[in-house]
């Protein structure tokens, strides 16, 4: 009898995955079968641990699609090579897994934050959100890590037995506590205010405050509005152009560009790891709940990293989104969101049937607008404005 030459290829499933992470990740790492569970019970994925398949959930939502055309700094038809909120969202969670795997956090956890992070973003960056937190005033208020909680608890339509992604309680926490130093606080939703972020929640922090710095230095040398000249004051960009030329500076300016803000990004990782791994061991930490418990966040950079760190966020503060170019977007993109919301909220008839429907379900006028507006894509917003305010434009 002919031997069988067939092999069998053993599967990787949930229980391998999760056994796995059990080996691997650090004590006071946020297991995925720890959990605290969904809102709305669901059958386990035989292969995806929950964290995967938050992560998976998110990446298809319609929302999430949306971020190609939102604004990061500059207005999407200014340019195709800028920043939008997609790829500043896939660079955030590029260098947050970095970081996670080197610390021994959960990757799946921190890839699903990161990703999840600015899903609640109106368009206009944070023009938008300065435009919708004034005009809710008295209605709510406006804050988008709040509306990113909304949409996947509710806005996002994909199942049918509940409202939105009925993602996990730590994934929908870390949504709620995300902060860096260019939000606005606001009021916090009932996840769980008490407590401190997990640590995989403060490395998606640290890692979107990164990529925000160093890509929007980027865009603001692609751009011209900032210049080699005025960053020569900052002894962070001095010393990056010393470790650059001392291995041969490139004759192509836009390599070297390249190479810099490439050594800038890999310091300050560099910085974030050693810092951080010197606090977990000062802790020391065993459990998730003692994460939880810290008064202080564990995850940031040196003190020394963060004295350099200083001049650049001020230069950007100043000089690159204070300049008049980016300024004229913002007061435009003000001026657009203001005037659509109050025709809105004045002549709601005038909205789409399923957005209009649920102010005839109980919903309150301003924040079904309000809604409507935030998923917005500026150019969506911007064609939504021509075609109610220019009478030559057919709508």
């Known amino acids: 009898m002919a031997l069988s030459t067939e092999l069998t290829i053993p599967l990787a499933s949930r229980e391998h995955l999760e056994e796995r992470e ?27 641990t929950v964290y ?22 500059f207005v999407n038809h200014e340019g195709d090579h800028y920043r939008t909120r997609l790829t500043h969202t896939l660079e955030v969670a590029q260098i947050a897994v970095s970081i996670a795997r080197v610390l021994r956090l959960n990757e799946d956890l921190v890839e699903a934050v990161a990703l999840a992070h600015d899903i609640g973003h109106p368009p206009f960056g944070h023009a938008g959100e300065d435009a919708l937190r004034e005009l809710m005033e008295g209605h709510g208020g406006f804050d988008h890590n709040l509306q990113g909680l909304r949409i996947v608890e509710r806005l996002e339509e994909r199942y049918p037995g509940f409202p939105g992604l009925n993602l996990t309680w730590e994934v929908r926490d870390s949504i709620n506590k995300h902060r860096t130093p260019y939000d606005q606080p606001g009021p916090q939703a009932a996840v769980d205010s008490r407590h401190s972020p997990l640590l995989e929640s403060q490395v998606a922090d640290l890692a979107d405050e990164i990529a925000y710095d160093h890509h929007d230095l980027d865009d603001g040398l692609t751009s011209g509005i900032l210049k080699d000249e005025d960053l020569m004051a900052l002894e962070l960009w001095r010393q990056a152009r010393d470790a650059v030329e001392s291995l041969g500076a490139s004759a192509n300016p836009e390599i070297r560009k390249y190479q810099l803000i490439r050594h800038l990004i890999n310091r300050q990782v560099n910085d974030l790891l050693t810092a951080s791994a010197q606090r977990l061991a000062r802790a ?16 940031g950079f040196s003190e020394g990293m963060k004295r350099l760190r200083a001049p650049l966020k001020t230069l950007l503060w100043n000089q690159f989104y204070h300049h008049y170019r980016v300024a004229r977007m913002a007061d435009k993109a003000k001026r657009c969101l203001t005037e659509l919301f109050h025709h809105y909220v004045l002549r709601p008839e005038q909205l789409p049937n399923t957005t209009r429907s649920r102010i005839g379900h109980g919903e309150e006028p301003f924040r079904v607008v309000c809604d409507y507006l935030a998923g917005m894509t500026d150019r969506y917003c911007l064609e939504e404005y021509k075609k109610l305010f220019d009478p030559f434009e057919r709508v």
């Open 52 to 73: 995967r398949r938050d992560r998976d959930r998110i990446i298809h939502t319609t929302a999430f699609r949306r971020l190609e055309y939102k604004t990061q700094v």
């Open 22 to 48: 059990a080996r691997w990740l650090a004590p006071y790492a946020m297991k995925s079968r720890d959990t605290k569970g969904r809102q709305h019970p669901e059958p386990e994925d035989p292969f995806r």
């Open 284 to 299: 020391p930490l065993s459990t998730v709940e003692e994460v939880r418990a810290c008064p202080e966040r564990l995850i």
